[in-house]
C-alpha cells in the first residue's frame, strides 16, 4: 500500500464503496458500532481517550487512526494492540486484490488512505469488535471515514490547514468536517471552534443534525495540572464527573477528553439506552486515567530531560509551547526545530522562536525543509537567539545534547512531526533511514 499514491483518482466516495461491498463489509453494522473523529489538531489523542474508555466499558474496541509515529501496524489497533504483522500482510493482500479488479474494472486510481480504511474495517470485523472509533484523515466530506455512516461524531479543533482541498477560510473547513456525520446525528465541536457557532448551527439546519460545543453545552470546570497528571470536572446533561483525572499533558488535553467522553456517552445512549450512569462514570475515569497517546509533549529521554511535540500547525505549536512552559517553567530550554516542506515554516517558526534563546535549527530526513531556510526564518522571528546549524537530525541530536550537558539545560523537539519523531528515533540509537511514512 506505500506503492499507491496518497490520493487516488478526485473524489473517493464511490469507488471506495465499491470496495467495501467487494470486501463484504457490513455498512449497517459498521454505523451502528462506530464513531467518527475529525478535525485539525487532537484528533489522535482524541480517538485514543475515546476508544480506551470504550475498552473501559468492556467492550472489544477498534481504533483507526493516522499518521502512525514509527510503524503502521499503530494505526489499526485492538483493545490497545496493534495489528500483528501476519494480520497486516493477510488483510493487506486481500484489500490489493479487491482493489486490483475494480481499478480495472473502472479505471479509477485509489489512494493509500482508502486501503488503509478498508484495511481496518476488515480488522475490526475479523476481530469481532464491538465499538469503533475512526479518526479521519483529511476533512471529513470526502474522507473515506465518511461512509462509516456515524451518528456520533466531533470536530476537536479548526485551524487553517490543507486550505487547497478543504478551504481558505475556518467556516469552509469547519464545514467540511462536519460532513462526516451522518443524519440524523450529534457533532461535537471543540472548544476553539465557538466562535463558528453561528455559522455552524445555520450550516447544519434542517439536516437532522445536533450541535454540541464544549465550553458551552460540555461544561469544563476545576482544571489543575502537574507534570504527571490532570485534572478536571465534565458536566454534560445527565453526566456530573468529578475529578477526572489525565496522565497525558497539556491543557488541550482536556477538551479532547471532555469531547471524547460525551462522544462515547451519546453512541452509548443510542445503542445501549439501558446502560446505568454508574458504569459510564467508572469507564469514562478508567479511561481517560488509562490512556497514553506519544508524540504530545512526550518525554522521550531523562538525562538531559528531553521532550517532543509532533503538533504541526501553527495552533498546535502554540497550544503546546504554552503547556510546555506551564508544566516545566520556562527558563533553560534548548529548542530544536524543524517543519515540513508542505507546511508553512515562517508561521510555525514564529510561534516558537521567540521563547528561546537558542535554537537548533534542522531537517528531518522525511519532507523535511533545508536547514538554512529554517534558520532564515529563526532569525527573522528572534534576531537575538542563538542559532547553531544542523543538517540531519543525527547532527541535531549531537549538537542538542552537547549543548544541554554543557549547560545543565532541557531540549524541546518542536515544529514537525517528522522532526519530532526522527528525533526520538535517533536519541534511542536506531535510524531515521528505517521509518517509513507516505
Not at 15 to 42: H, K, M, Y
Not at 109 to 131: I, P, V
Not at 152 to 157: I, K, L
Request: with cysteine; hydrophobic share 40%.
Amino acid at each position: 500500500m506505500f506503492d499507491l499514491p496518497k490520493y487516488g483518482d478526485g473524489v473517493c466516495l464511490g469507488r471506495l464503496a465499491a470496495l467495501l461491498e467487494a470486501l463484504a463489509i457490513d455498512r449497517d453494522q459498521l454505523s451502528r458500532n462506530a464513531v467518527v473523529v475529525t478535525g485539525s489538531n487532537g484528533k489522535g489523542s482524541t480517538a485514543a481517550f475515546c476508544a480506551t474508555i470504550g475498552n473501559a466499558f468492556g467492550l472489544r474496541t477498534g481504533l483507526f487512526t493516522s499518521p502512525h509515529l514509527y510503524r503502521i501496524n499503530e494505526r489499526f489497533q485492538v483493545d490497545g494492540q496493534p495489528i500483528s504483522e501476519t494480520g497486516l500482510t493477510r488483510h493487506a493482500a486481500s484489500v490489493e486484490a479487491a482493489i486490483s479488479e475494480i481499478s480495472q474494472r473502472t479505471g479509477e486510481q485509489f489512494g493509500s488512505f482508502e486501503a488503509l480504511f478498508a484495511l481496518a474495517c476488515l480488522h475490526f470485523r475479523e476481530s469481532g469488535c464491538d465499538f469503533t472509533v475512526f479518526e479521519a484523515g483529511i476533512g471529513g466530506r470526502y474522507d473515506p471515514v465518511r461512509l462509516v455512516g456515524a451518528h456520533e461524531s466531533c470536530v476537536t479543533s479548526v485551524d487553517y490547514e490543507h486550505v487547497n482541498l478543504l478551504g481558505n477560510r475556518l467556516e469552509l473547513i469547519a464545514s467540511d468536517k462536519s460532513d462526516a456525520c451522518a443524519s440524523p446525528g450529534v457533532i461535537i465541536y471543540g472548544e476553539n471552534c465557538r466562535g463558528l457557532r453561528p455559522h455552524l448551527l445555520e450550516y447544519l439546519r434542517n439536516r437532522g443534525i445536533i450541535a454540541l460545543f464544549v465550553r458551552d453545552e460540555i461544561a469544563i470546570s476545576g482544571e489543575s495540572a502537574s507534570p504527571s497528571y490532570q485534572r478536571f470536572e465534565l458536566r454534560f446533561d445527565d453526566c456530573d464527573f468529578t475529578s477526572l483525572e489525565l496522565r497525558l499533558s497539556g491543557a488541550f488535553q482536556l477538551n479532547n477528553a471532555a469531547v471524547a467522553a460525551t462522544l462515547f456517552r451519546l453512541w452509548l445512549r443510542r445503542t445501549r439506552p439501558e446502560v446505568q450512569l454508574a458504569k459510564i462514570e467508572a469507564a469514562v475515569r478508567a479511561g481517560l486515567r488509562r490512556t497514553n497517546w506519544p508524540g504530545r509533549l512526550e518525554i522521550v529521554r531523562e538525562t538531559p530531560l528531553t521532550i517532543i511535540d509532533v503538533g504541526h500547525t501553527p495552533d498546535a505549536v502554540k497550544q503546546s509551547l504554552a503547556s510546555l512552559r506551564a508544566l516545566y517553567g520556562s527558563d533553560g530550554w534548548i529548542l530544536v526545530t524543524g517543519v515540513s516542506s508542505d507546511k508553512k515554516a515562517d508561521e510555525i517558526v514564529t510561534a516558537l522562536a521567540p521563547s528561546f534563546d537558542t535554537i537548533v535549527c534542522t531537517s528531518a530526513h522525511h519532507k523535511g525543509t533545508p536547514a538554512q531556510a529554517i534558520a532564515a526564518a529563526v532569525r527573522q522571528a528572534n534576531p537575538h537567539a542563538g542559532i547553531h546549524l544542523a543538517e540531519t537530525i543525527r547532527d541535531a541530536v549531537d549538537i542538542s545534547t552537547r549543548l544541554a550537558r554543557s549547560q545543565t539545560r532541557k531540549i524541546y523537539v518542536a515544529g514537525g512531526l517528522f522532526v519530532a519523531i526522527e528525533y526520538a528515533t535517533v536519541a534511542r540509537g536506531d535510524k531515521v533511514e528505517d521509518l517509513k511514512f507516505f
